[in-house]
Nanobody
Framework: EVQLVESGGGLVQAGGSLRLSCAAS????????MGWFRQAPGEQRQGVAL???????RYADSVKGRFTISKDNAKNTLYLQMNSLEPEDTASYYC??????????????????WGQGIQVTVSS
């Protein structure tokens, strides 16, 4: 059974940092394209960052220079380091896994598996 379980969310003040983790199981984590998405109430789910099986990365313009995606294949875990957080970053954050990195990378249709989501709230 495929599982993606996010952790590390919470409430933080603007300018602060959080690190999200996503523990993966039930598939060959190292071979998959992994992404982070977020969704605020009333809005569409949007791509935040991508990391390919070889380690290449992509970021949404809104988070470039502030967020860093990484993974540990030995631990089957995906990470999202979020620095200089802004109130606009408030959303539910989801990790996702796709069998290949389709383009454009931020389209949800490329991802087969999704976590349940975790809340990140940034206060001003």
């Amino acid at each position: 059974e495929v599982q993606l379980v996010e952790s590390g969310g919470g409430l933080v003040q603007a300018g602060g940092s959080l690190r999200l983790s996503c523990a993966a199981s039930g598939f060959t984590f190292s071979s998959y394209c992994m992404g982070w998405f977020r969704q605020a109430p009333g809005e569409q789910r949007q791509g935040v960052a991508l990391i390919g099986s070889g380690g290449s990365t992509r970021y949404a313009d809104s988070v470039k220079g502030r967020f860093t995606i990484s993974k540990d294949n030995a631990k089957n875990t995906l990470y999202l380091q979020m620095n200089s957080l802004e109130p606009e970053d408030t959303a539910s954050y989801y990790c996702a896994a796709g069998g290949f990195c389709g383009m454009p990378w931020y389209e949800t249709r490329w991802y087969n598996y999704w976590g349940q989501g975790i809340q990140v709230t940034v206060s001003s």
